[in-house]
């Protein structure tokens, strides 16, 4: 599974190593989700300060973005004002993108005219009682982590249980009536991203295994159309996200090359057809093979795919936690990107053009 990674073309060609990235094979679903008899809570001590977890709950922020949840659009306008672009999501809700500033860069999730989710990854944004870059000892020195979290939801109960790998990865924390799910960059051990969800859309991601008694919260199909708005709005949050890391980390932007995007997402649905994972394909060939049919002129290229992350922020966080897809999305020779999404397919094609 492992092929070109970057293509130096003409006289001299480089080679090193592709990657890829599953968050779970075609049965991994399946497996994450069972029905079970969750144990009835304790019966807590302190009813204003314990939940169904029956230890003590951390209150809920009094300031920053986490306030928003539950808000209607017109609150959420008010503090942030009109986002840049409206994006439709997999899980019921469409995404308001907030990609003025990428130091402030930020998604909020509205369902039926309220605020549903907030996915904050820039580093200026407020993100109490946690900050963006903060050493992960410090986040578990203030914080309890449980390795399993209840939730009673309208009759039903969830039990979302955490691996080692979640734990020191994306550790979720319950703040009154929230939670926070927390995205750690393993490689500098600080807090990268946070997202803040309420109970119902907790249950519809469902990032974590997940035992339930009762009905099991699914968000609604989708048709092709509306899988298509999906995919466009995941490109372009793929492509924002990648951005937003590379100046985090001292590295200029790259630019929307839209060749590429269309070789990209060649091979996403590719993959998704003929129920494979890798970066060579039987009919269409490796990287190399993919760009020269699109007509892509480069210097250098390089490649990132993943499949079946529940969606961009989770899938590039993903990538910035594996050693080859990080040292692509932060390669500072690359100068341009082109994004490709089909269905929970997703594939990055960096490319360096030739200096003019």
Request: proline share 4%; glycine share 6%.
């Amino acid at each position: 599974m492992k092929t070109l990674l970057r293509i130096l073309i003409l006289s001299t060609v480089f080679l090193t190593i592709g990657f890829y990235v599953s968050q779970n094979n075609s049965d991994y679903k399946d497996s994450l989700i069972r029905e079970e008899p969750v144990p009835a809570p304790e019966e807590p001590t302190q009813p204003d300060q314990r939940g169904t977890t029956g230890y003590e709950i951390p209150e809920r922020p009094v300031k920053g973005l986490s306030t928003l949840i539950g808000k209607n659009v017109a609150e959420v306008e008010k503090a942030l004002g009109k986002p840049q672009r409206i994006d439709k999501s997999s899980y019921d809700y469409d995404w308001y993108i907030y990609n003025h500033s990428l130091d402030k860069y930020l998604q909020v999730g509205i369902l039926d005219n309220k605020a549903v989710t907030i996915y904050a990854i820039g580093r200026e944004t407020s993100v109490e009682p946690f900050s963006i870059g903060k050493p992960l000892e410090e986040i578990f020195t203030s914080f309890a982590i449980h390795t399993n979290i209840t939730i009673e939801y309208e009759g039903n109960a969830y039990r979302l249980d955490l691996t080692d790998t979640d734990v020191n990865t994306m550790p979720l924390i319950q703040l009154g009536d929230i939670y926070a799910q927390l995205y750690i960059d393993r490689f500098t051990g600080s807090l990268s991203s946070v997202r803040f969800l309420d109970a119902e859309t907790l249950i519809k991601m469902r990032p974590y295994e997940v035992a339930y008694r009762g009905t099991l919260i699914e968000p609604r199909e989708l048709g092709d159309e509306e899988w298509q708005e999906v995919e466009m709005g995941a490109e372009k949050q793929i492509f924002d996200l990648t951005n937003v890391l590379r100046i985090r980390h001292g590295l200029e932007p790259v630019k929307w090359d839209e060749k590429t995007a269309q070789a990209a997402y060649g091979h996403s649905l590719d993959m998704y057809e003929t129920n494979t994972f890798s970066h060579v394909s039987k009919k269409y060939g490796n990287l190399s093979d993919r760009l020269k049919k699109a007509r892509v002129v480069y210097q250098s290229a390089g490649e990132n795919i993943a499949a079946n992350y529940i969606d961009s922020p989770a899938v590039v966080e993903g990538w910035l936690n594996s050693k080859g897809h990080r040292e692509t999305l932060l390669d500072k020779d690359f100068t341009h990107l082109g994004v490709g999404v089909y269905r929970k397919y997703y594939t990055q094609n960096f490319i360096q053009k030739w200096l003019e």
